[in-house]
């Protein structure tokens, strides 16, 4: 599906994210010149439409202390997988949880949750934890901590 033109405006002013303000959206409206009203109408049509996947937040965690990072990569029957996910996603320190299909036979792994923490220690007994209270002790796993930062940015729309 193409961008008209005003969508592909909102987009390109959207591309370096928001602005900590109190009201970002009428600032983007602003910006390409269309009443904020319609601006969110076109938004949600674009996640409707599959044009935006998602809009979320890219949180530098480094700056706020967090650089025990770790990712726990989990190998779940399929059969499973729903209920164990939506557990695990409800942990007040789990930031990201999702599903991606296995890459056999190198990566048997099909989901996906992070931890952010100060301390390496604290992030593995949070894992430790978790896994206790949700029976997961069976379940075949990794932790796999970050070793390096990359640049993250938003989407990047070209015309």
Not at 27 to 47: F, G, P, T, W, Y
Not at 109 to 137: A, T, W
Not at 145 to 156: I, N, Y
Request: with cysteine.
């Amino acid at each position: 599906m193409a961008l008209d033109d005003i969508n592909h405006q909102i987009l390109t002013v959207m591309e370096n994210g928001l602005d900590i303000c109190h009201n970002p959206y009428a600032k983007i409206a602003k910006a390409v010149n269309i009443d904020e009203k319609i601006l969110l109408q076109r938004l949600q049509k674009m996640l409707d439409d599959g044009i935006l996947k998602r809009m979320g937040i890219v949180v530098r965690h480094h700056e706020l202390g967090y650089n025990a990072n770790a990712m726990i990569v989990w190998d779940i029957p399929d059969d499973m997988i729903e209920n164990i996910a939506t557990s695990i996603a409800v942990e007040g320190f789990i930031t990201l949880c999702y599903q991606r299909p296995r890459q056999l036979p190198d990566w048997p792994y099909n989901l996906f949750c992070m931890i952010h923490g100060s301390k390496r220690d604290e992030v593995i007994l949070q894992k430790d934890d978790m896994i206790k209270r949700l029976g997961l002790d069976n379940i075949n796993h990794q932790i796999l901590f970050s070793t390096r930062r990359l640049k993250q940015t938003g989407a990047k729309y070209g015309k």
